[in-house]
């Protein structure tokens, strides 16, 4: 049974930072796409960043040069770490595991970013 479960989320300030962890198991993690993704109330999930096996990193262009995800397989660990918060950055961010065309999900933790 595949679980992702995200930790670090809350109440910051504009301009502040935080870490949003994602611990994942019962995936084969250092072969998944990993990925951190948001929806506020009355939108869309989206996209913030995702990192594939190999390292390789994609950015919503909201957040480039503020978000930086990474990953440790050695954890199966998933990070993002957010500078320079916005009240605009307020969601919940999910975090999500690709792996053979299927989508995993965790079940998400609060940002909220005051101004």
């Known amino acids: 049974q595949v679980q992702l479960v995200e930790s670090g989320g809350g109440l910051v300030q504009a301009g502040g930072s935080l870490r949003l962890s994602c611990a994942a198991s019962g995936i084969i993690f250092r072969l998944s796409v990993m990925g951190w993704y948001r929806q506020a109330p009355g939108k869309q999930r989206e996209l913030v960043a995702e990192?594939?096996?190999?390292?390789?990193?994609n950015y919503a262009d909201s957040v480039k040069g503020r978000f930086t995800i990474s990953r440790d397989n050695a954890k199966n660990t998933v990070y993002l770490q957010m500078n320079s918060l916005k009240p605009e950055d307020s969601s919940v961010y999910y975090c999500?595991?690709?792996?053979?065309?299927?989508?995993?999900w965790g079940q998400g933790t609060q940002v909220t970013v005051s101004s």
């Open positions: 999500r595991g690709t792996l053979r065309l299927y989508n995993y």
């Open positions: 990192i594939t096996s190999g390292g390789t990193t």
